[in-house]
Nanobody, 124 residues
Framework: QVQLVESGGGLVQAGGSLRLSCAAS????????MGWFRQAPGKEREFVAA???????LHADSVKGRFTISRDNAKNTVYLQMNSLKPEDTAAYYC??????????????????WGQGTQVTVSS
């Protein structure tokens, strides 16, 4: 069992930055790939980024060059650094854990555990 708790969301102006954190419980954190998803009102939850236990990463095209996922296995924490934020980045952001390989990271159905989410609002 893995429990995930996100933090770091908030209100920021366009062009600003935020860093989201996701703290995981359990001693098996390092065996999971970790992902970030987001869901805007009235829209489906979409993939943002993912990272393997060995720091291989994948970022969605919509955030590539602006967002960076990272993890600290010693702290059981995964991060999402978000720079150059745009109003269209406004959403609830969720972290999730999967034992799937690289080719499965984009599909939310492949994730076994989910956090409760943290809200990010970007004003224009």
């Amino acid at each position: 069992q893995v429990q995930l708790v996100e933090s770091g969301g908030g209100l920021v102006q366009a062009g600003g930055s935020l860093r989201l954190s996701c703290a995981a419980s359990g001693r098996t954190f390092s065996s999971y790939a970790m992902g970030w998803f987001r869901q805007a009102p009235g829209k489906e939850r979409e993939f943002v980024a993912a990272i393997s236990w060995s720091d291989s990463t994948l970022h969605a095209d919509s955030v590539k060059g602006r967002f960076t996922i990272s993890r600290d296995n010693a702290k059981n924490t995964v991060y999402l650094q978000m720079n150059s934020l745009k109003p269209e980045d406004t959403a609830a952001y969720y972290c999730a854990a999967t034992k799937g390989d690289f080719y499965t990271w984009g599909a939310l159905t492949n994730y076994d555990y989910w956090g409760q989410g943290t809200q990010v609002t970007v004003s224009s």
